[in-house]
């Protein structure tokens, strides 16, 4: 183990305190001199934290890691933390400290043991410092895993087998991780692109996924979730706004109040807005979707519809269902079929229900109580087709196409 010590003073700042820059190494490494900061580092010589304290910034410090590295893990205690791959020989870490200048910097520690690799400061944990890491990985070392954990700081990861980040309501982005991609950032956005699976936990922050074709599992509690081009997915907002496209697998979302507005699914979708509007269009399989009080639209449907907007209103064109199922407990519905479906049952409360049915003949039960009521597509009561409608006093209307079909 070898304990490097060296002394800077950041430009333009003549007549402050110097401080030292403490090293301690191992495994095999060799330590280079630099002098500029790393371009993600968080503080700056000379700046004043929250309780008055003077803040001091060391120029950055590279050191190279001889032989070959599996796993990194990382902790930064407030500052940024990145790590990439790139056309380098051996792993290289690029270090920047930030401390409070009555206390001076704190060890600073870079750790190879069999492959695995462990960059701190420990007595940052209890102290007034940090250090930010910028860490470049051989591209011909794939199977890295990288585990980080920044205190609030922001963390970028790129170019890694897997990865689990912890961010304490720092930023999150992640692109290019081969496998398992594990956030937590308790209110930091999380951006990932490129992932083999992943599960993401942002607190209340915003949530971006895109090209992860495993399991994808979101929780924001109120922030936004957008997701495109994904496998099966599970997204839970609390309160947030939804938003998934081009989903390969069955797809999950409660958004607690927010909008859930999905296209392009090539599975099934369970929608639970809790009050918020639902929009569907383009689902390749079953349909189910709770809105509590929300509207519901739905463009394209080619599996079986489950719906129960309480009192809201329900419009579903290009509706291909075998089978629907619709409650709407005072708002009204309006269904227009492409192809006659075997069984259907709307019921509106106080609501309109207006079906619009392709071919028949129908085997149809109408009841709209008081209300007006009209069903003009052939019936017969032996038909195989079955429909059921009631609207409690509301317009009941059962008809074919404009035109006829």
């Known amino acids: 183990m070898q304990q490097i010590t060296a002394q800077a003073t950041a430009p333009g700042r003549a007549g402050r305190p110097r401080g030292r820059w403490i090293w301690r190494l191992s495994g095999t490494a060799v330590v280079l001199m630099g002098t500029a900061l790393i371009g993600i580092t968080a503080g700056t010589a000379g700046t004043h934290d929250g309780d008055g304290y003077q803040q001091t910034a060391l120029p950055s410090r590279t050191v190279v890691i001889n032989g070959?590295?599996?796993?990194?893990?990382?902790?930064?205690y407030g500052a940024p933390i990145q790590v990439s791959s790139g056309s380098v020989n051996q792993v290289t870490v690029?270090?920047?400290?930030?401390?409070?200048?009555?206390?001076?910097?704190?060890?600073?520690?870079?750790?190879?043991d069999g492959g695995d690799l462990t960059l701190a400061a420990p007595a940052c944990q209890n102290n007034g410092c940090s250090v930010g890491f910028a860490v470049i990985v051989p591209a011909s070392f794939p199977a890295?895993?990288?585990s980080a954990s920044s205190d609030g700081g922001p963390v970028r990861v790129s170019g890694v087998a897997a990865a689990e980040i912890n961010s304490s309501s720092?930023?999150?982005?992640?692109?290019?991780?081969?496998?398992?991609?594990?956030v937590t950032s308790e209110g930091g956005d999380i951006t990932a692109s490129g992932a083999g699976s992943a599960t993401l936990d942002s607190g209340s922050g915003r949530v971006s996924a895109s090209a992860i074709p495993g399991p994808l599992d979101i929780t924001s509690e109120g922030g936004r979730i957008d997701v495109h081009?994904?496998?099966?997915?599970?997204?839970?907002?609390?309160?947030?706004?939804?938003?998934?496209?081009?989903?390969?697998?069955?797809?999950?979302?409660?958004?607690?109040?927010?909008?859930?507005?999905?296209?392009?699914?090539?599975?099934?979708a369970t929608l639970d807005s809790g009050s918020g509007d639902v929009v569907a269009r383009s689902v390749g399989g079953a349909l189910s979707a709770n809105t509590s009080g929300g509207k519901l639209q739905v463009d394209g449907l080619a599996g079986p519809l489950t719906a129960d907007t309480g009192s809201g209103n329900v419009t579903a064109s290009g509706v291909a269902s075998a089978t629907a199922r619709v409650s709407t407990s005072g708002g009204s519905a309006?269904?227009?079929f492409t192809r006659a479906p075997q069984s259907v049952q709307v019921t509106t409360g106080s609501g309109d229900?207006?079906?619009?049915?392709?071919?028949?003949?129908?085997?149809?039960t109408a009841d709209s109580a008081s209300g007006p009521e009209l069903v003009s597509v052939p019936v017969s009561p032996k038909a195989a087709s079955t429909i059921t409608v009631s609207t409690s006093g509301g317009e009941l209307q059962v008809k074919p196409p404009a035109g006829g079909s």
């Open 68 to 76: 070959p590295v599996s796993s990194l893990d990382i902790h930064s």
């Open 94 to 112: 690029a270090e920047t400290i930030s401390y409070n200048g009555l206390a001076g910097p704190r060890e600073v520690t870079a750790k190879a």
């Open 144 to 146: 890295v895993t990288v």
């Open 170 to 182: 720092g930023p999150v982005t992640a692109s290019g991780v081969q496998g398992l991609l594990t």
């Open 229 to 268: 081009d994904t496998g099966a997915a599970t997204l839970n907002s609390g309160s947030g706004p939804v938003s998934a496209s081009a989903v390969l697998g069955q797809l999950a979302v409660n958004s607690s109040g927010g909008s859930i507005n999905v296209t392009g699914l090539r599975g099934g």
């Open 334 to 336: 309006w269904l227009s």
């Open 353 to 364: 229900a207006v079906l619009v049915l392709p071919g028949g003949p129908y085997a149809v």
